[in-house]
């Protein structure tokens, strides 16, 4: 009788532990389910977030895109004039890397470094020479590719090289300085605004004055060559300045008078040529390698001087 009790005292104590045991699964049960609703809530409040965040930030573009009108012109498709949306990205990246040389070359020769202003200046005739290609074997070019083209060398070959050679040598020379400059600034306005009107006209393979790319090499150099000999600031020489004043002058006159230079269109750059060709421009590099500033001075007035050397041809002839 007492082996019963105990044992029915033994089941009653493990159904109370089951029972215990029970209680505490569900109230386990029903902590993970608060848990796992409290995560839910917590996801769709972050997914609301985001998704509110989203709305906002295309409401935000919507409303820049609204601020900016996209840019619409009229070419011409088959013989149809057609509207077409956006710009070339492609040209315009270069034409935008001239820009920020010019840009930068100003920067330079105000803090007095002689050296990164000319050389700027040198890269921007580099993206120069490309944009324009660029765009035509890339099928890519534009009326605003031409207006962009033509508003960034006004910067990096007009206004540019004005003030680097007014900061290094014209501002100590007074009022004969800084006319000096806005007369070289005022001429490259003038040469691009001509060339701008008679694009298609004339012959292709010549120019009619020196192109402004061309005279801000000169500009360039002649500053390079002057840091380089150590002529800047109080080791400047007066008389030297008064002869940069010249070499200014006559450079900005030369870009608007009537006399041909040549364009050097004319090259087939994709053609054959002959290999003594490719020996030549191995010879210009070694050459220019020897000394940079020199040689580029030398070519550049070289250019500039062939110009009126062919008009005294034609007219003799």
């Not at 009790?5 to 389910?33: Q, T």
Request: aromatic share 8%; glycine share 8%; charged share 15%.
């Amino acid at each position: 009788m007492a082996d019963h009790d105990s044992k029915h005292e033994l089941s009653n104590a493990d159904a109370n532990v089951n029972s215990d045991v029970s209680v505490e699964k569900e109230a386990d049960g029903s902590s993970s389910a608060v848990a796992a609703s409290e995560a839910n809530e917590t996801t769709e409040a972050d997914s609301g977030a985001a998704s509110s965040l989203t709305d906002s930030l295309g409401e935000a573009a919507s409303s820049i895109e609204s601020l900016i009108e996209d840019h619409e012109e009229e070419v011409s498709e088959n013989g149809r004039t057609v509207k077409r949306r956006g710009v070339y990205l492609l040209p315009n990246l270069f034409t935008t890397g001239a820009l920020f040389c010019g840009f930068y070359a100003v920067v330079a020769a105000m803090r007095g470094d002689y050296e990164t202003a000319p050389i700027a200046i040198l890269f921007a005739l580099v993206f120069d020479g490309l944009d324009g290609r660029v765009a035509r074997l890339t099928n890519t070019s534009s009326k605003f590719g031409a207006e962009y083209d033509s508003l960034a060398d006004m910067v990096s070959f007009g206004v540019a090289p004005a003030l680097v050679m007014f900061s290094w040598a014209l501002g100590d020379l007074g009022k004969v300085g800084w006319s000096a400059a806005f007369v070289y600034v005022a001429c490259a306005a003038l040469r691009l605004a001509r060339f701008n009107t008679q694009v298609g006209v004339g012959d292709p393979n010549f120019f009619m004055g020196l192109a402004s790319p061309a005279a801000a090499c000169i500009m360039a150099c002649a500053v390079w060559v002057c840091q380089d000999q150590g002529w800047v600031g109080d080791a400047l020489p007066v008389e030297l300045a008064v002869v940069v004043a010249a070499l200014t002058t006559v450079v900005a006159i030369l870009m608007v008078v009537n006399v041909p230079y040549h364009s050097f269109k004319g090259f087939d750059l994709n053609g054959r040529v002959p290999f003594v060709a490719i020996l030549a421009v191995v010879l210009v590099f070694g050459l220019v390698t020897v000394d940079p500033p020199k040689i580029l001075l030398l070519a550049s007035l070289a250019y500039a001087l062939s110009g009126p050397v062919e008009q005294l041809r034609r007219w003799r002839s």
